[in-house]
């Protein structure tokens, strides 16, 4: 598969004022979100008190909504999904147009996570049910629309709807799809697009949104890592890892991440960390890899040190578009530590199991 290209034309600047209302409004929204000693107490709880506890949470009003038609995980899974598009759409009303349009750019990563999980639905034939369940809407695109891409009689299909991707950018992936059996190349295709999209936005911004740009380039740095260790694991040619690997734009930290892509294997590429601010990380990482062959610890690891950037960002510039990135994030992050505990708690994981995939300030 060739590189995708996505040229981007030089955006227009987006103004950005002072917007204290939507900062502060922003703060007390992030402090309602759970905290350390949150999940260590539910950790310790029974499924049914998990449900409970959360209940009475600020996702009161989704588990009450759905409780009549829906039950266990499927009802919390459900009332997550709910709950993190009402916070996005929230953001998006209290803030102003300038804001807004940061704040749909930024969701636009659940509208590719949600077309994702359709296309990997429609892919396995799997229980349509259990897909529009696992929808959450949280990103530009509705529901309705998201559910409608169901109906639809194929993959190519689905693409060619979309309504976020020109389908022209899916001619390969397609094909790759029906001569591999694997949807690799179209996903990688939805994520080179969100992330060019993306920082070409950032680049649109004034010097108030630096630290957004920052972050930005800092969560391409570690997605791209990730797919090399995903890849370097699965021993792709080293031509073919490149292929994967998102363009930030930024001359210096393309050419570092490509040298890592030359490195052969694992215990190379770990070797050029060492004078990294992911050194430590890494080398965690790894030494849990050859323990447990599996790079789950090293995901989550380094989604912690993101969010602890996340949280740096939102303590140095306290009403800022950085309080807006850090709580989407930050929101994002604790929908998917509620869905991994609750899921963990079903399968009756052991506890420290479930606290080791927990990512939390």
Do not use: C
Request: charged fraction near 30%; avoid cysteine.
């Amino acid at each position: 598969m060739a590189r995708l290209k996505l040229e981007m034309e030089e955006p227009e600047r987006i103004k950005l004022g002072f917007y204290p209302y939507t900062y502060v409004r922003t703060v007390v929204m992030r402090s309602v979100l759970f905290k350390r000693d949150d999940y260590i107490k539910m950790l310790k709880m029974s499924f049914n008190e998990i449900a409970k506890f959360l209940q009475e949470s600020h996702y009161k009003d989704e588990i009450n909504e759905f409780a009549n038609q829906h039950s266990g995980a499927d009802l919390i899974e459900l009332a997550m999904n709910r709950n993190l598009a009402k916070s996005f759409r929230k953001l998006t009303r209290i803030a102003s147009p300038e804001l807004a349009l940061l704040v749909k750019e930024y969701a636009k990563r659940k509208d590719i996570e949600d077309l994702k999980t359709i296309l990997r639905g429609k892919f396995t034939n799997a229980d349509r049910k259990a897909v529009e369940k696992s929808l959450t809407a949280a990103g530009t695109l509705s529901y309705d629309f998201l559910v409608s891409l169901l109906n639809k009689e194929s993959v190519e299909e689905i693409l060619k709807h979309n309504k976020l991707v020109n389908f022209s950018l899916f001619k390969e992936g397609i094909r790759s799809m029906n001569e591999k059996k694997s949807l690799v190349d179209i996903e990688n295709t939805l994520d080179q697009y969100y992330y060019k999209d993306m920082i070409k936005f950032s680049n649109a911004l004034p010097k108030e949104g630096a630290l957004f740009r920052d972050f930005l380039l800092k969560e391409v740095e570690i997605l791209n890592i990730l797919t090399l260790l995903r890849l370097k694991k699965a021993q792709f040619k080293k031509d073919s890892v490149k292929i994967f690997i998102i363009s930030s734009g930024n001359k210096s930290r393309d050419a570092w991440i490509l040298e890592l892509a030359s490195a052969d294997g694992l215990e190379q590429l770990s070797k050029t960390f060492n004078r990294t601010e992911y050194k430590d990380v890494v080398a965690k990482g790894i030494e849990e890899f050859n323990r447990t062959n599996s790079l789950i610890g090293f995901e989550i690891s380094l989604y912690k040190h993101l969010l602890k950037r996340s949280v740096l960002f939102v303590h140095q510039h306290p009403l800022s578009v950085d309080t807006i990135l850090g709580y989407m994030f930050a929101k994002d992050i604790e929908v998917r530590n509620l869905k991994m505990l609750v899921k963990g708690k079903q399968l009756g994981l052991p506890e420290q199991f479930i606290e080791n995939q927990l990512i939390y300030e």
